[in-house]
């Protein structure tokens, strides 16, 4: 069978046309991500980073600092104006971290166009799921692919006259008044302007923005040093040689360690948290409150947890309720090492409940309060036939707050205010020594620290 040569001529144009468009179709766009706005913006910039393909990825210039975020085009060219930080890529991506959502922009670096816009809905905080993997690579496809020509205008038609047959001439008509042409617009070449911004500025006036809630690590370690001081006394007691006890200015030294085994997991396990607390008293010395000789003390505390880090629907405020036990241990010896009859070594064994507040105030400046309740089941030292024997029953409560500053992305410095107290009741007990109604027992503590933070 021969072909036609008209059909020929036309497979031949065809195929050279669709040649020559693959030849000088332009390479995808590389594309460099910026660190994001928000709580863990920097690692979820880098986290975001690591998706993109070879031929896409041109990472974030070394030298921009690793913890700072960007919001919006106009302050991410005036900072790499200010620092020298140019990004070489054609397409930079910069946006907002949020509770279950990261809110993406893309601009073209040496035009500031918008490129595209994206909202990709996450589990919790930038947690990279496989959907998510899909989200936004299809998007970074469809940004990075060559913008396509713009389509050239159709030739004007002619418009059609009725043919010279027509028996007979249409009525006149008279001719409409050319209408005015309206002044062209003029066309501005400013970069298109952040989605982002133009909502901040709409509710600027209005509303104060708050600032994103405070990051959740998967590994903390903190140090502290303290100063706190003791106080026992009781009510009702039947014996003068039954006195209360003080000590002051006692230094403690204190570790934290707490660590989110399931920080990669789903939405649902991710903020559970696993802590470790203690601290212990050097060189504490206390005394009789009537006065008199002072002793050597020995004071240690021990606390175990696991805790929630549930973000509420205001963006900066987390709520954290914790669980766990509690153990507190205070010795006091005479002069010669032996333990002073007539003042008891208490150890404390308490559930721990409690509900805390961790408040975003700046982007480097945190708040955080905490009151605890524990009932003590494990009263060694008060019960027992040396002093109150059994029956005694008690309970504490605790109160904590802590002011935090981010000094760098992991690194954290904060002061923190404490109190702890114990009330017993010893008008039950039977089979001791001693009576009383009942025994208070309180310590307050001030404390400066530092936390290293894995994110």
């Not at 140090?223 to 009781?234: A, T």
Request: aromatic share 8%.
């Amino acid at each position: 069978m021969k072909l036609a040569p008209k059909y020929l001529s036309s497979c031949l144009l065809g195929s050279a046309l669709l040649w020559a468009s693959a030849a000088s179709a332009e390479p995808a766009a590389t594309i460099s991500v910026a660190p994001l706005k928000g709580a863990s913006g920097a690692a979820c910039a880098r986290k975001l980073s690591a998706l993109l393909t070879e031929e896409q990825q041109l990472p974030w210039p070394a030298d921009a600092l690793s913890w700072f975020s960007i919001e919006g085009f106009d302050e991410l060219s005036s900072w790499a104006k200010e620092t020298g930080a140019q990004s070489e890529a054609q397409l930079v991506v910069i946006g907002n971290v949020r509770p279950g959502k990261l809110i993406l922009e893309a601009y073209r670096t040496d035009t500031g166009v918008l490129r595209g816009l994206t909202k990709i809905r996450t589990r919790s905080r930038c947690q990279i799921s496989a959907k998510v993997k899909k989200a936004f690579k299809k998007w970074t496809i469809n940004i990075s692919a060559p913008e396509p020509p713009k389509a050239k205008p159709p030739a004007a038609v002619a418009q059609l006259t009725p043919p010279k047959s027509v028996p007979f001439d249409p009525p006149p008509t008279k001719k409409a008044a050319p209408k005015k042409k309206a002044p062209p617009k003029k066309v501005t070449t400013q970069p298109q302007e952040s989605l982002l911004l133009v909502k901040k500025i709409e509710t600027k006036a209005s509303k104060p923005q708050p600032f994103p809630g405070p990051k959740l690590s998967q590994v903390s370690v903190e140090l502290s040093m303290g100063l706190g001081q003791r106080n026992l006394s009781y009510t009702g007691a039947n014996s003068s040689q039954l006195r209360g006890l003080q000590s002051g200015g006692m230094a403690l030294p204190g570790f934290i360690a707490e660590i989110r085994p399931f920080a990669g997991a789903a939405d649902l396990w991710a903020p559970l948290a696993l802590k470790a607390q203690y601290q212990q008293a050097l060189g504490m010395r206390a005394q009789r409150i009537e006065g008199g000789p002072e002793h050597e003390a020995l004071y240690s505390e021990a606390s175990t947890r696991i805790n929630y880090a549930w973000q509420s629907p205001e963006p900066s405020l987390q709520i954290v309720p914790e669980l766990g036990l509690h153990y507190l241990s205070f010795r006091l010896a005479s002069a010669e090492g032996q333990v002073e009859s007539e003042v008891p070594s208490v150890n404390y064994l308490s559930v721990w409940i409690s509900l805390g507040l961790r408040l975003q105030i700046t982007e480097k400046l945190s708040l955080a309060a905490q009151a605890a309740l524990l009932p003590t089941f494990d009263i060694a030292g008060l019960s027992g036939v040396d002093f109150f024997g059994q029956g005694v029953e008690g309970r504490g409560i605790s109160a904590q707050g802590r002011l935090a500053y981010q000094v760098l992305d992991s690194w954290q410095i904060y002061l923190s205010g404490r109190y702890l107290g114990y009330d017993f009741d010893l008008s039950l007990a039977q089979g001791g020594s001693y009576q009383a109604l009942s025994a208070q027992d309180s310590f307050t503590q001030g404390s400066i620290g530092v936390a290293y933070q894995v994110f």
